[in-house]
Every structure is written in structure tokens, then in C-alpha cells.
Nanobody
Framework: VQLQASGGGLVQAGGSLRLSCAAS????????MGWFRQAPGKEREFVAT????????DYADSVKGRFTISRENAKNTVYLQMKSLSPEDTAVYYC???????????????????WGQGTQVTVSS
């Protein structure tokens, strides 16, 4: 499966962005999906994940209450709605797909099989 992330950009602190991850090649409903991010000089970190059917999600503590992951399997797309952004959220954001049984949550990057190219999110203070 090929993943294409989009929606990044420059936003002021307190603002919002919605990232999209479009898949091609295979249906996304076969995969648990996740978002990760990597800031300059830092390791890649988990942001959010959603089960195959979308009935369960999990978030990093740093984004809970501000970010929402969702999916539209019919559109082969996963989203990350980000609100109340802060400069600490500045990073390249990656979407990823993981083979998983429905109901399985994936929070570790090595559990993911396919990665998108990343989209830059920059939050100015």
C-alpha cells in the first residue's frame, strides 16, 4: 500500500490543522493506522492510532484532548485533526499502516509495515 500524507503547513500557536493520509494500492480497512512525528534532532514519536474499523483510538499523552484521529475506509483516508497547536508540535508528521486484526491498537513504530513520506507542520509562537 502507498500512503500520501498532506495538509501540513505553517500555523500560529493556538491554531488548527487537519492532516490527511490517502492510501492507494490496497484498501485501508485491512490496516490499523497511525500518525507519528519527528522533530528536528529528536527521535520519531507516536502521536495517535486507530483500529481498522475506527472503533478505538489511542493518543500520546502530549496530544490527548487536542488531536483527533479518524478514518473513512470508503475513501481510503485517515485524518489527524489538530487543535490548540503549540510550537512543541512542530515536526514532520508521518502516517503509517499496520497489518492487524480488528480491535488491535498499535503504538510502536516497529509494528507498522508501510509509511508515508511525511508532511511538515510548523507552529509559530
Amino acid at each position: 500500500v502507498q500512503l500520501q500524507a498532506s495538509g501540513g503547513g505553517l500555523v500560529q500557536a493556538g491554531g488548527s490543522l487537519r492532516l490527511s493520509c490517502a492510501a492507494s494500492g490496497r484498501t485501508l480497512s485491512s490496516y490499523a493506522m497511525g500518525w507519528f512525528r519527528q522533530a528536528p534532532g529528536k527521535e520519531r514519536e507516536f502521536v495517535a492510532t486507530i483500529t481498522r474499523s475506527g472503533d478505538n483510538t489511542d493518543y500520546a499523552d502530549s496530544v490527548k484532548g487536542r488531536f483527533t484521529i479518524s478514518r473513512e475506509n470508503a475513501k481510503n483516508t485517515v485524518y489527524l485533526q489538530m487543535k490548540s497547536l503549540s510550537p512543541e508540535d512542530t515536526a514532520v508528521y508521518y502516517c503509517a499502516a499496520s497489518f492487524a486484526y480488528n480491535g488491535i491498537i498499535r503504538t510502536r513504530d516497529y509494528d507498522y509495515n508501510y509509511w508515508g513520506q511525511g508532511t511538515q507542520v510548523t507552529v509559530s509562537s
